[in-house]
């Protein structure tokens, strides 16, 4: 009796991580399109548009693994906080109403983000934000 409560529960544990290993975020397919499409115009490498230089918006680069972590100047390392979401500025900023002075991207600039890549975003930062093989730019 005592063995078969043992597998049992071996096996209940084994199927949880099978679906967990499914359900991974990955955030090359995943979630660098979402910032792609939204912010890189503004948080990416200092670039020449026109004569004109444009460096990236509030310090943030979002064009690479280790620059998305390092964040900007309101917010060093607070960007992305890895399981901690609601510490996160690049999700806060993106749930936050368009009236809002912080809202990204900011008001008359962009879309809001839809709700299921909010969600997206929000599963990747809570499983522990891993970038998996992607660097990016450094
Ligand atoms: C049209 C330009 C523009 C776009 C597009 C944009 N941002 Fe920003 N972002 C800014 C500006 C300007 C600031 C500087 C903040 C300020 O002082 O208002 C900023 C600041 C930030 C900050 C705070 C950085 C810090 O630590 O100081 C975060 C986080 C952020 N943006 C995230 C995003 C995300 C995520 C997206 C895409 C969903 C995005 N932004 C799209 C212009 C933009």
Redesign the pocket.
């Known amino acids: 009796m005592k063995t078969k409560i043992t597998l049992a529960a071996i096996a209940a544990a084994f199927t949880v991580n099978v679906a967990t290993a499914q359900d991974a975020v990955d955030f090359e397919k995943q979630i660098l399109p ?2 792609k499409e ?2 890189f ?3 990416e490498k200092e670039k020449e548009d026109n004569g004109k230089i444009k460096k990236p ?4 680069r ?1 064009d690479g693994a280790a620059l998305i972590m390092k ?6 390392n ?2 992305v906080v890895a399981g901690k979401p609601d510490a996160s ?2 999700l806060k ?2 749930a936050l109403p368009d009236s809002d ?2 809202a ?3 008001e008359g ?2 879309d809001r ?1 839809a709700a299921d890549k909010q969600a997206l975003i929000k599963k990747w930062i809570e499983s522990g934000a891993s970038f998996g093989s992607w660097k990016g730019e450094e």
């Open positions: 979402i910032l939204n912010c115009k503004c948080h918006k509030g310090g943030l979002l964040g900007g100047k309101e917010y060093p607070e960007n500025w690049l900023t993106m002075d912080m990204m991207p900011p600039k962009g983000i």
